[in-house]
């Protein structure tokens, strides 16, 4: 088995010039509206009503009422706790209902220069913590430009990323077999 997580990143000349790109991007990610859809996912209730740039509801969850948000699942398992620890860090921190939405939903996994960014990544992958990452950006199309020209000769020069490829597909490269011909899935190991 192969394992591939997900990454986002944002690269910036400084850590600092990174971290205000990466506070950029969230912002221009999660409208108020997206926010106030995010915060409905745990509250079950419209929050529509609720200027996104001002404070948290002062209304409690209604997690035995039918779902507001249909074909979501509930993120929270308890969400009078959820809503209580996202009232504490509002209030810590002066948050809007936007701004808990962005640190609570925005991730970036990845925010920082190109050599900071190749050494987290390299480190992961050197001791085991995956086979590689599907990285992804916040800017379509181009976005993943950068990354390729700033990251990925780093990772190739540590030996972390493959300079060139021997198979001529992605399950030749991944050393994926193929199922044998009439095999069915159970004897072929395939799942679900």
Do not use: C
């Not at 529509?48 to 209604?62: I, Q, T």
């Not at 507001?68 to 209580?84: H, K, N, S, W, Y």
């Amino acid at each position: 088995m192969k394992l591939l997580p997900g990454g986002s990143f944002v690269l910036g000349d400084t850590a600092a010039d990174a971290t205000e790109r990466a506070r950029e991007v969230a912002r221009a990610q999660v409208s108020g509206q997206t926010a106030q859809i995010l915060l409905e996912t745990v509250w079950n209730r419209d929050l529509s009503g609720y200027d996104p740039d001002g404070p948290l509801p002062d209304v409690d969850p209604d997690p035995t009422g039918p779902l507001v948000i249909q074909g979501r699942a509930r993120l929270a398992q308890d969400p009078f706790e959820t809503v209580r620890q996202w009232r504490a860090l509002a209030a810590q921190h002066r948050y809007s209902l936007r701004e808990l939405a962005i640190r609570v939903f925005a991730h970036t996994e990845f925010v920082g220069t190109p050599t900071e960014i190749a050494d987290r990544l390299d480190h992961f992958v050197q001791n085991d913590g995956s086979d590689g990452f599907i990285v992804g950006s916040h800017l379509t199309p181009g976005g993943i430009d950068e990354f390729v020209d700033r990251v990925v000769p780093l990772l190739q020069e540590r030996g972390s990323l493959r300079a060139e490829y021997t198979g001529a597909t992605l399950r030749d490269n991944l050393g994926i077999p193929l199922a044998p011909v009439g095999a069915d899935r159970e004897t072929a190991g395939a799942v679900g």
